[in-house]
């Protein structure tokens, strides 16, 4: 193979660059490999692949298409194991690390990623392909330190490219604890950032956001305007600027920037997504109606304009007819994460016994179990339902309280919730762009996500939507107590001691024969994935980290919760069996 071959496959990891690559006659089953991957022929895959690397078992090219067959059909070991070849037969090119990784990340085992990170770094941090890919992740899983030293890294090995060096200067934005401290500073590094790249618009756009979500619209109002007289070309940073006007209460001149766009060039998708939201916070609805219907016909597959239309009905309160759109787009688009996420929002809005299109649970491995909530991140184990195919309705599934008020609250019958006394919707700003309800309830203290966007539903409706919606799901749960057929999930991010743990479940005895199980981080003495149990229908879990831990490259444990939960079920079955 000639030096020129393998710089070029180097760089292509993936199956669609791997089309690209010219291989020698000896990898000729490379090229059928990957015309049945096309066609989605995966086990005629693997048959062909397998039989073209015992002819030619250290090909780096062939290897690669190996391991792509072997993500595609979900097979982990096998997928690292070639991913481990490709590094032996070019253990100083990045594609064995960067392909493994991207495997990882497809495959949702980024807890595999951190020996290949540190391996990566030792002997390819000065590959700029390596480099960005370990700045990649890093970022998507909020290890800001490490996505701030990884894009400083990519900026210095390509000084020219302003991309990198703003993806440095936003690397400190990270999650929410902290946030608006290094948000201060992201904002210096953008200005620094601006006298390096005066051109760089992209810089501007990001510097309009983080002005927004630092609550300083005085600021966005002031530079959007100039940034928007010196580039008036450019189509997303004009939208930045209506979107300022629309968090300062100035509806019409976010429409009128919009209406700008929309008649100077030939309308996008993007452009009549913006019109459309734009007269709808206007309340023009009857002329957002018509724009939808007419943007529709034109792009019957194009998400924005499919969420502004949903929008468009939330934003007046009708949450029924807001469902009702997005399933038409989820028809449309049945792959689409986020039509999937926002359809998944609004029918939990109709969480009631009389909504004609009130959701119906997605019953899968985890249909015992309830949650609890917990505390920190006390909608992980909902997360991890959802992840593992379970989808049901809960008071406390994204809930937020700690063992005494939970306690209180179970002794009560969670008397008073959902009751508008007790009851407040606040905001909290997630991302620039995001601003979502919560809610709480004073009396013993729960607060919960409804991933709502403020922008998207009026707070008087929302409010009263909410507490309809919380005293259905306390009657549930009251039920399901009751039933005694459920296991109660609560998430301690801090140890709690047995004798909290017993306490929690003699309240929920008081129902009838429930079972409880307590998850906490494995530590000395308990290993991750194991369960103990504390007495009859008493069970405590661990798994080896929870979401947003400050040493996980991933999101939870996703395998563990799944241990801890079926060893606790088996438990549970043997005990009334």
Not at 191 to 219: C, K, N
Not at 470 to 486: H, N, S, T, W
């Given at each position: ?13 993936g ?10 006659a000896?990898?000729?089953?490379a ?15 693997e ?7 015992s002819?030619?078992p250290a090909?780096?090219?062939?290897l690669r ?26 253990p100083d ?47 998507s899983?909020k ?7 990884g ?13 990198y060096?703003?993806s440095?200067?936003?690397?400190q ?10 948000l ?24 309009v ?8 619209l ?14 008036p ?7 930045a ?9 100035r ?14 060039d ?20 009857e ?7 007419a ?7 194009e998400?924005?304009?499919w969420?502004e ?11 029924a ?16 994460e ?24 997605v019953e899968g491995v ?5 949650s609890?909530?917990?505390t920190g ?5 909902g997360?991890?339902q959802?992840r593992l195919?379970?989808d049901?309705?809960g ?20 008397a008073g919730?959902?009751?508008?006394a007790?009851t407040?919707?606040?905001t ?10 919560v ?12 991933f709502?966007r ?8 929302m ?5 309809r919606?919380?005293r ?24 709690i001691?047995?004798e ?20 906490m ?5 308990h ?16 798994v080896?980290?929870?979401l947003r ?16 939960c079926?060893?606790?079920e ?8």
């Amino acid at each position: 193979m000639s030096g020129a071959s393998e710089a070029g496959m180097s760089k292509a990891p993936g199956v669609g660059q791997a089309d690209a690559e010219d291989l020698p006659a000896s990898e000729a089953g490379a090229g059928a490999v990957r015309a049945l991957l096309k066609q989605g022929k995966l086990a005629e895959a693997e048959e062909a692949v397998s039989a073209a690397l015992s002819m030619a078992p250290a090909r780096p090219a062939l290897l690669r298409v190996a391991a792509t067959v072997a993500e595609q059909r979900g097979d982990l070991e096998t997928t690292l194991a070639r991913w481990e070849a490709v590094r032996a037969a070019d253990p100083d090119e990045p594609a064995g690390y960067v392909g493994a990784l991207r495997s990882l990340r497809r495959l949702g085992r980024l807890d595999l990623a951190p020996p290949l990170l540190q391996a990566g770094r030792a002997r390819l941090w000065d590959n700029l392909e390596f480099v960005v890919m370990a700045a990649q992740l890093a970022t998507s899983t909020k290890k800001i330190e490490d996505a701030e030293q990884g894009w400083k890294r990519a900026a210095e090995l390509a000084p020219n490219n302003p991309d990198y060096a703003l993806s440095a200067a936003m690397a400190q934005v990270g999650p929410r604890k902290g946030r608006r401290k290094r948000l201060r500073t992201v904002v210096d590094q953008l200005e620094a950032h601006h006298a390096r790249f005066p051109d760089f618009v992209a810089a501007y756009i990001a510097h309009v956001g983080v002005l927004r979500e630092l609550r300083r619209l005085p600021d966005a109002d002031r530079l959007s305007a100039k940034w928007c007289a010196r580039f008036p070309a450019d189509v997303k940073l004009t939208l930045a600027r209506a979107a300022v006007h629309e968090e300062l209460g100035r509806t019409d001149e976010a429409l009128a920037a919009v209406f700008f766009l929309r008649n100077r060039d030939e309308p996008t998708p993007e452009v009549e997504a913006a019109y459309i939201r734009a007269l709808s916070c206007a309340g023009r609805h009857e002329e957002a109606a018509a724009v939808c219907d007419a943007s529709l016909r034109r792009w019957p597959k194009e998400r924005p304009v499919w969420l502004e239309f949903a929008r468009a009905a939330s934003r007046q309160g009708d949450w029924a007819e807001s469902i009702r759109r997005l399933e038409q787009a989820s028809a449309k688009l049945p792959k689409d994460e986020a039509i999937t996420r926002e359809l998944r929002t609004a029918r939990a809005q109709l969480a009631d016994p009389e909504s004609e299109v009130a959701p119906v649970p997605v019953e899968g491995v985890f249909a015992h179990f309830e949650s609890l909530g917990g505390t920190g991140m006390s909608c992980e184990f909902g997360m991890v339902q959802r992840r593992l195919g379970t989808d049901t309705l809960g008071l406390l599934r994204w809930a937020r309280t700690g063992p005494a008020e939970l306690i209180e609250a179970l002794d009560t019958e969670f008397a008073g919730v959902g009751d508008e006394a007790n009851t407040e919707l606040v905001t909290a700003r997630v991302a620039a762009d995001r601003e979502e309800y919560v809610t709480r309830d004073t009396r013993y203290l729960m607060e919960s996500h409804t991933f709502v966007r403020t922008a998207d539903a009026p707070a008087d409706k929302m409010f009263q939507q909410t507490c309809r919606r919380m005293r259905f799901l306390r009657g549930k749960l009251i039920e399901d107590l009751r039933a005694g057929e459920k296991i109660f999930v609560y998430r301690a991010e801090e140890a709690i001691d047995d004798e909290t743990i017993i306490a929690l479940h003699a309240a929920l005895a008081r129902y009838g024969d429930n079972t409880m199980l307590c998850v906490m981080r494995a530590h000395a003495g308990h290993k991750a994935r194991t369960v103990r149990t504390l007495g009859p229908g008493i069970f405590v879990g661990y798994v080896s980290h929870f979401l947003r831990d400050a040493g996980s490259h991933t999101g939870s444990d996703i395998d563990g919760w799944a241990v801890v939960c079926a060893q606790t079920e088996a438990r549970w079955r043997a005990a009334a069996a």
